[in-house]
């Protein structure tokens, strides 16, 4: 079994910046994607950022250039630095976890950008 918690959200102005983080514990395999989504009020859950174990990257179009997503293999932490933050980047942030067991899911972490 995998543990996902989540930490570092809270309220900011636009323009502001937060770091998340999220620990995970439990069996994690050496090869996995460990990731970052979000959900708005009455949207669906959408990918905000991702990585692999070997480095590769992707991110959702609205938060390139803005977002950085790293991971200490070491600490199993996995990180997601925020920057130029939006109202609409205003969501409850999901870690994820990716391996060949299974998925799992974090309790999320409200993120509340202020205009």
């Known amino acids: 079994q995998v543990q996902l918690v989540e930490s570092g959200g809270g309220l900011v102005q636009t323009g502001g910046s937060l770091r998340l983080s999220c620990v995970a514990s439990?069996?994690?395999?050496?090869?996995?994607?460990i990731g970052w989504y979000r959900q708005a009020p009455g949207n669906q859950r959408e990918l905000v950022a991702l990585m692999g174990s070997g480095g590769y990257t992707n991110y959702a179009d609205s938060v390139k250039g803005r977002f950085t997503i790293s991971r200490d293999n070491a600490k199993n932490t996995v990180y997601l630095q925020m920057n130029s933050l939006r109202p609409e980047d205003t969501a409850v942030y999901y870690c994820?976890?990716?391996?060949?067991?299974?998925?799992?899911w974090g309790q999320g972490t409200q993120v509340t950008v202020s205009s």
């Open positions: 994820n976890l990716r391996q060949a067991l299974g998925s799992y």
């Open positions: 439990g069996s994690i395999f050496s090869i996995n994607t």
